[in-house]
């Protein structure tokens, strides 16, 4: 038995605003390539929520979380722990332990060595929304997206890490104080200058301690906020040419916290086993990790979830570039002429939350007829209080009839309601997100997706939406 990595994965969200819309829309600013976006109705919980999902699906039967960290520079909330909703989502345990261990992007490595070092089952979750002032470089290059790792002692660990080494220093590089809608960065040689003999000596360090040189490495991933200092690095490193990772940036963008995890995820989906993966993380100083991949990496992949690769493939990249600005609130655009939405109160929301967060109806033991939400008298047989839960979050579901609404408040009009019939029984009257209203269908199949359906009175009020199934090429 040994500790390590038992199960990831992670979520590239299904938006992509091309680049190139930038600069046609300001006259600068753009770019080639694409940025993932995460969507009007998503945020760092709801993609660590996806992300957590798809790790868990391809966990071994007998290891569940004890603990769920939860990283991110880009809090829904501050002082409440955000954390607790990525649990709640779950359907955990309540004996389960939440926690955000963020703040800033270097803070994406922290769940992750707390889940090597500790001595229970750790599910670490990294997310970040990436923005800046319209036309800057940080929205240009940013991304969204997040990654999950779950580090268990176990037979079947997937990836061992083998070396950790950090090298830290204090300097003004990128900044942002509470409340400001964008980071202040300082001139890119200056951050280049220190950045390049901190990484110089973590990698060394790192190397050192595994006992191999750069040219036995197999997986090379560089991540960092600051692109000219990450380039710089990665030409001093020696490693082969071929063992480099893909550029993520050119097609999703940099995800900050959570381009750590996107990174080493993209090279689990490709390694073999015996094979050495390195991250170089360049965030107010430099940290270094070297994972040794397993031979149970090939049993994984048989139940394994979508790679980062298919869900790039899947995206759409045509997010025109006033609907970005819309969504991230730098243009405040007249609503549908409805009534706002009222907030949701805490307490019966939390006389509810099995059904809220987890999706958790109830099927009659009588007659085995599935309510949504949960019920106590079975409207088939009229059985009063004989129910037993039943989590449906991973349940597929089929379009029986669906409507298209173009008056009801939305950030993106118009809005896609569909009535679902789950596999196996539950029917439910659902929104539709990631979806081209003009190819909705009745007989399509489509899946549930954690969202935050909207906010009121400062409260973020999640909820479960459904989605068509991706799948590489198109959704």
Not at 220 to 244: L, Q
Request: proline share 6%.
């Amino acid at each position: 038995m040994a500790r390590g990595i038992v199960a990831y994965g992670a979520y590239v969200p299904y938006w992509r605003l091309q680049r190139a819309a930038i600069g046609n829309a300001l006259g600068a600013g753009g770019g080639k390539g694409t940025r993932a976006v995460a969507s009007y109705d998503e945020d760092a919980t709801s993609m660590g929520v996806e992300a957590a999902r798809l790790a868990l699906r391809a966990a071994p039967d007998d290891v569940t979380p004890a603990a769920v960290l939860f990283s991110t520079a880009s809090p829904p909330y501050l002082d409440k722990t955000n954390a607790n909703a990525i649990h709640a989502a779950l359907g955990l345990d309540a004996s389960v332990m939440s926690a955000d261990v963020g703040g800033a992007v270097r803070s994406g490595l922290i769940p992750m060595a707390l889940g090597n070092s500790a001595s229970y089952s750790v599910l670490a979750v990294l997310a970040d929304v990436r923005t800046g002032l319209p036309g800057s470089a940080d929205e240009r290059d940013g991304g969204d997206g997040s990654a999950a790792f779950l580090w268990a002692d176990h037979d079947d660990v997937i990836a061992e890490l083998t070396a950790f080494a950090c090298a830290t220093d204090e300097f003004l590089d990128r900044w942002r104080v509470p409340g400001e809608p964008a980071s202040h960065v300082w001139e890119e040689r200056f951050g280049e200058q220190v950045y390049v003999p901190l990484a110089d000596q973590a990698i060394n360090d790192a190397l050192k301690s595994v006992g191999v040189t750069a040219d036995e490495l197999d997986h090379v991933v560089i991540t960092g906020v600051h692109a000219r200092a990450a380039r710089s690095v990665a030409k001093r490193i020696g490693a082969r040419p071929e063992s480099y990772a893909p550029d993520l940036g050119a097609t999703i963008g940099n995800a900050g916290t959570a381009q750590l995890g996107i990174g080493l995820a993209e090279a689990l989906d490709r390694a073999e086993p015996g094979q050495l993966v390195m991250l170089v993380q360049l965030a107010d100083g430099a940290s270094v990790v070297v994972l040794r991949v397993t031979d149970a990496i090939t049993r994984y992949r048989i139940h394994a979830a979508a790679t980062v690769a298919a869900q790039i493939e899947s995206g759409r990249d045509d997010l025109p570039y006033i609907t970005f600005l819309t969504w991230r609130g730098f243009l405040d655009r007249e609503p549908p002429r409805r009534p706002d939405p009222e907030a949701y109160y805490g307490p019966p929301a939390h006389r509810t939350e099995a059904w809220k967060f987890a999706f958790v109806g109830s099927r009659c033991t009588d007659c085995g007829f599935v309510h949504l939400p949960p019920a106590r008298v079975c409207t088939n047989c009229n059985a009063v209080d004989q129910m037993a839960p039943v989590s449906l979050a991973d349940t597929p579901a089929t379009i029986a009839t669906y409507t298209i609404d173009r008056l009801a408040y939305s950030l993106s009009p118009p809005t896609v309601a569909a009535v679902l019939d789950f596999d196996g029984g539950g029917r439910y009257t659902c929104e539709l997100t990631d979806v081209d209203p003009d190819t909705v269908a009745i007989g399509q199949r489509v899946e549930l997706t954690f969202r935050r359906v909207l906010t009121a009175k400062a409260i973020h009020n999640y909820f479960w939406k459904a989605r068509p199934i991706r799948s590489a090429g198109g959704a």
